[in-house]
C-alpha cells in the first residue's frame, strides 16, 4: 500500500505565497514522477506542475515564474513553493506520484487527498 499524503494548504491574500509538501510512504520501490494538480469548483482537474526522476520540470503556463516543483528522493517527498499567488490560483491541491510497489509489478498512479488553497483578493 501506498500513501500520499499533503500537508501546507491554507488561507493567503493575492500576491502571498504558500508551499506544499507531499510525503509517499508505503511499499516504495522506485518513484519516476511526481507532481501537483489542481482543481477549482465547476472545472476539471489540471496539471499545474511535474517533476520526473530524471529529466526537466514542467509547468502550466499559467504558473510558470510563480510556482517552483521540487523533490527530495530521500524523503520520497515532493514540494510546491507557490509565490505571487492569485485569486485564480484558488483550488484543491492533489499530489501525484508514479510508483513502483514491488519489483514484480508495473508503476502505478497514486494521488493524495487534496489539501486546499484559497486566496483571497
Known amino acids: 500500500q501506498v500513501q500520499l499524503v499533503e500537508s501546507g494548504g491554507g488561507l493567503v491574500q493575492a500576491g502571498g505565497s504558500l508551499k506544499l509538501s507531499c510525503a509517499a510512504s508505503?511499499?516504495?520501490?522506485?518513484?519516476?514522477?511526481m507532481g501537483w494538480y489542481r482543481q477549482a469548483p465547476g472545472k476539471q482537474r489540471e496539471l499545474v506542475a511535474r517533476?520526473?526522476?530524471?529529466?526537466?520540470?514542467n509547468y502550466a503556463d499559467s504558473v510558470k515564474g510563480r510556482f517552483t516543483i521540487s523533490r527530495d528522493n530521500a524523503k520520497n517527498t515532493v514540494y510546491l513553493q507557490m509565490d505571487s499567488l492569485k485569486p485564480e490560483d484558488t483550488a484543491v491541491y492533489y499530489c501525484?506520484?508514479?510508483?513502483?510497489?514491488?519489483?514484480?509489478?508495473?508503476?502505478?498512479?497514486?494521488w493524495g487527498q487534496g489539501t486546499q488553497v484559497t486566496v483571497s483578493s
Open positions: 501525484h506520484a508514479e510508483v513502483r510497489p514491488t519489483w514484480y509489478t508495473r508503476e502505478y498512479d497514486y
Open positions: 517533476i520526473p526522476n530524471r529529466g526537466s520540470t
Open positions: 508505503g511499499s516504495i520501490v522506485s518513484i519516476s514522477a
